[in-house]
C-alpha cells in the first residue's frame, strides 16, 4: 500500500554533507509523521530525526543535533535529512519510516519503511 525510497547516500570525507530524500509511492497520505534512522553493522537500528505530520514538531538525537535537519514535502510526498559536519561515527544504513500518529523515537513504533541508503564517512 505503502512504499518508501531513500536516496542520496554515499562516500564522504568527514566534515562534508549529504542530502538524503525518501519519496513515496503507492497509496500514500500527507499525515503520516516521518522518521530517520541508521544502523551500523553489528549494532541495533537507532533513532537519528523525527518530523510531525505538519513539519510543525521536530527531534533529534543528541548527537545529531545541530548538524542534522529534517524537513518535509507534502505536495511532493517526500522527506529530507540533510546532513552537515558528518562524522565518521555518523556511518550506516539510513532508513526512512512512516506511522500514522505522533512522532516516536522507537523503531517498533512506525509502520511503514524503506530500504535503506548507505551513508560512509571516512576519517
Known amino acids: 500500500q505503502v512504499q518508501r525510497v531513500e536516496s542520496g547516500g554515499g562516500l564522504v570525507q568527514a566534515g562534508g554533507s549529504l542530502r538524503l530524500s525518501c519519496a513515496a509511492s503507492?497509496?500514500?497520505?500527507?499525515?503520516?509523521?516521518m522518521g530517520w534512522f541508521r544502523q551500523a553493522p553489528g549494532k541495533e537500528r537507532e533513532f537519528v530525526a523525527a518530523?510531525?505530520?505538519?513539519?510543525?514538531?521536530?527531534n533529534y538525537a543528541d548527537s545529531v543535533k545541530g548538524r542534522f535537519t529534517i524537513s518535509r514535502d507534502n505536495a511532493k510526498n517526500t522527506v529530507y535529512l540533510q546532513m552537515n559536519s558528518l562524522k565518521p561515527d555518523d556511518t550506516g544504513v539510513y532508513y526512512c519510516a512512516a506511522r500514522t500518529f505522533t512522532i516516536d523515537t522507537m523503531p517498533s513504533a512506525y509502520d511503514y519503511w524503506g530500504q535503506g541508503t548507505q551513508v560512509t564517512v571516512s576519517s
Open positions: 503507492g497509496r500514500t497520505f500527507s499525515n503520516y509523521a
Open positions: 518530523i510531525s505530520w505538519s513539519g510543525g514538531s521536530t
